[in-house]
């Protein structure tokens, strides 16, 4: 058997059920477990017969069982010739078929960026590919396929997948119909393209502001809100057979540092810690969370050590596992950013990320090098087999769960009538226009009349679209407007707009009924501000669109009328624009608090805040 789909347009033969179980030679039977029996997976039975695959693997395919990695290629035998290359340059093999057959990974993580993603049909042919060389290894194990689909600023697939607004605008929105709606249909596209682990929800508790990392990828800054909605997603994920992934343990929503680039310290308390990032995990582990990723965070009210929490046996062994009793897979972050390398070197990470009690290693700079440390800690005595042994089972367990067992494949000749379906497009759009929020709505000035103010420029800020999404987002807000009856130009001044670009707006603006203002990030000192303050004394409505942060309308004392759309996302920019046309009316309440820009100690608008018309 071999994979040779080339791109969309490939024919893959969908390999039987009978093949599937013939390739793991007779010694899964019975291991499919019902979605609606998850405490069957538990059981000294299903465990029996897990734990029999796992005696008879080598101690090699033990530790590569361990790992989850990122491969180049649209496909997994014949990757275009730059992917082969960078493969070859990263991971020492050309093709995701030969990563498998070297280092037996029990999962991979799909990136944009590595060109795993190019449309629906491809995706399912490349995770077909993927299980087949999986199954076809001597004692071989279906692989879990993992991907970032947390939707809004982090998403992986794109269009025509369904995109729903990020986590945020959900937590403005407030329902957990929605989140659990989101769950459900993400997760039922995903598992068609045989993806079949989601690094999502986010169930950080942002309070920072100036957080770079996390921001809007969380529902927001009240625990017990944040707690309901995480619920909700993991049991629509999760409905979908598709496993949900808890992140960033113990919470990652009070940094100024993006782990990313460099080691944050939370310095919250043992007791705020419980009042506060803690209830997201506990909902998340009662609603029975396959998965938990920890943060490349130090934590010192947790662990003193110094250590970031990925690495400490007392955050993930004692507190995740023996307070909060979570006995599921726990994922590290990626092991390539700078936050889990400050300390250690590449080789002992691994090593002590299994020692502190983690089950699955995602994405080591080189695997080469975290494989072989692993393989050489068991062998000098400093990890046991033993150890090895409990992570993997709790592995075989999830997979067993997902039934890869039985069903590894991808649902190919589904994916057209289930990825990117009219009814699942429209349950992303009214879900974006109930978290679209109206924080400020002076004297009436939204919705725009198509009658009096017909004319509309739209200005500001482009940063690079989320990926999947068509962008950028003045031309995004520009086309709908146009759409809804108005005529609207574009005109992108960036998010730091030059004095040139501000006065080419003033001047387009003289020939406008009115103006809508992108901004995103907007600080004291950025340049967007003086673009909003020379378009207002243009004397013509305007409009601000807060597309990423909420917190920029604390920038703007003067604005007549503000919306926040927490992403900028095509979705999200679309619901916006209905809400300026007074298509629908703004339903969205902060999930945050807003501080004056003056003086941060004082709340501008509490969580809860939001105007209608």
Known sequence: MHDTSTGSTGSTARPSRRAVLAATAGLTAGLTVPATARAAAHSAVHDRRLRALISRMTLEEKVGQLFVMRVYGHSATAPDKADADANLKEIGVRTAAELIATYRVGGIIYFTWAHNTRDPHQIADLSDGIQRACLEQPRGLPALIATDQEHGAVCRIGRPATLFPGAMAVGAGGSRADARTLGRISGTELRAMGVNQDYSPDADVNVNPANPVIGVRSFGADPEAVAALVAAEVRGYQAARVAATAKHFPGHGDTAVDSHYGFPVITHSRELWERLDAVPFRAAIRAGIDSVMTAHIQFPALDDSGDPATLSRPIVTGILRGELGYDGV????????????????????????????????????????????????????????????????????????????????????????????????????????????????????????????????????????????????????????????????????????????????????RDADAVVVATYNVTASSSQRTLVDRLLATGKPVAVVAVRNPYDVAQFPSVRACLATYCWTDVELRAAARVIAGRVAPRGKLPVPVQRADDPARVLYPIGHGLTY
């Open 330 to 509: 726990v994922i590290t972050d990626s092991l390539g950013m700078e936050g889990v390398r400050t300390k250690y070197g590449d080789d002992r990470v691994p090593v002590l990320a299994l020692k502190a009690g983690v089950d699955q290693l995602l994405n080591p700079p080189s695997l080469d090098v975290a494989w072989h440390a692993v393989l050489r800690a068991v062998r000098e005595g400093e990890l046991t087999e033993a150890r090895l042994d409990e992570s993997i089972l709790r592995i075989l367990r999830l997979k067993a769960r997902l039934g890869l067992f039985e069903h590894p494949y991808a649902d190919r000749a589904g994916v057209g009538r289930t990825v990117g379906t009219r009814a699942h497009l429209a349950a992303a759009d009214r879900i974006a226009e109930r978290g679209t929020t109206l924080l400020v709505n002076e004297d009436g000035t939204l919705p725009f009349d198509r009658r009096s103010e017909h004319r509309l420029l739209v200005v500001g800020a482009d940063p690079a679209s989320p990926s999947g999404t068509t962008g950028p987002p003045t031309g995004v807000l520009a086309a709908a407007l146009t759409g809804l009856g108005f005529t609207a130009t574009a005109l992108s001044t960036g998010t730091a707009p030059s004095a040139a670009a501000v006065n080419e707006a003033v001047t387009a603006a």
